[in-house]
């Protein structure tokens, strides 16, 4: 399938989607290893295309400006069927990608799976955020699809919806103006998940956890914000992951 680049010439992309191609397709309980994988595929190629010691800080997300926490590569594995098998995962760059780091992602099309098997991935686009899929559009209301595990050790005064709210302004959203926890969420036609169904832990030994087990959540803000939006721990590798309720693909 040929991708499309952006027509913006001159303005660094963004966003790229994938579609995943193999038997089985991966759970979306799995998210985060998926997360993992993809991150390790662009990491493996960004070595070969630019060396060893010159790969992107956009990719690797280590040698940030300081103060930018959230700029580097978010790796987004998601279910665009409502089927619970993951078939795409969007590589999204807030800081955007040059010419060379473009390549990196475009050269990207395969996951190693852990018991030697593979999964092929197709490019199905490259360029700005707003594509048409249920990660990027704009809306007021937004709802887990993966677990949030929340970044800080809970205290008095500063609670899971005091760190979300926190979190949204870090990112420069509004705060939200409603959070509603849920129990469960729906996943293909009768099954219902709870966070700790999930993938949680980070296959990367040593990492802080505050929350080791998440929760799902409601997000409701005073006006359209733009997707595609993960907050949390992990969430560069598709935990605290929301899409827009309201949309043809939102959460049911």
């Not at 209301?141 to 677990?147: D, E, M, R």
């Not at 103006?177 to 996943?187: D, F, M, N, S």
Request: proline share 7%; with cysteine.
């Amino acid at each position: 399938m040929p991708h499309h680049t952006s027509a913006m010439v001159g303005l660094a992309a963004t966003t790229a989607n994938f579609i995943i191609v193999g038997k089985p397709l991966p759970r979306v309980e799995d998210t985060l290893r998926i997360g993992e994988l993809m991150r390790m595929a662009v990491m493996s190629r960004a070595k070969h295309i630019c060396g060893e010691d010159s790969i992107p800080s956009i990719f690797s997300g280590h040698g940030m400006p300081h103060g930018n926490r959230h700029g580097h590569a978010f790796y987004l594995p998601w279910d665009s069927h409502h089927d619970g098998r993951i078939d795409r995962v969007m590589v999204h760059v807030p800081d955007g990608m040059q010419a060379q780091a473009q390549r990196v992602v475009e050269s990207v099309n395969r996951l190693w799976r852990r018991d030697g098997g593979e999964w092929q991935l197709v490019l199905e686009s490259i360029g700005g955020p707003h594509s048409n899929n249920a990660l990027t559009q704009p809306g007021r209301v937004w709802a887990s699809v993966t677990p949030y595990l929340h970044p800080w050790h809970c205290k008095k005064g500063f609670s899971v919806e005091d760190q979300i709210r926190r979190e949204c302004i870090e990112r420069g959203l509004p705060q939200p103006i409603k959070l509603a926890r849920r129990e469960t969420i729906k996943v293909g036609r009768n099954r219902s998940l709870r966070p700790i169904h999930f993938k949680r832990f980070r296959t990367r030994r040593g990492v802080q956890q505050p929350d080791r087990i998440g929760s799902f959540w409601q997000l409701e803000f005073s006006k359209d914000v733009a997707g595609p939006l993960a907050l949390g721990f992990a969430c560069h590798y598709g935990l605290g992951m929301f899409r827009p309720v309201g949309t043809n693909e939102s959460q049911c």
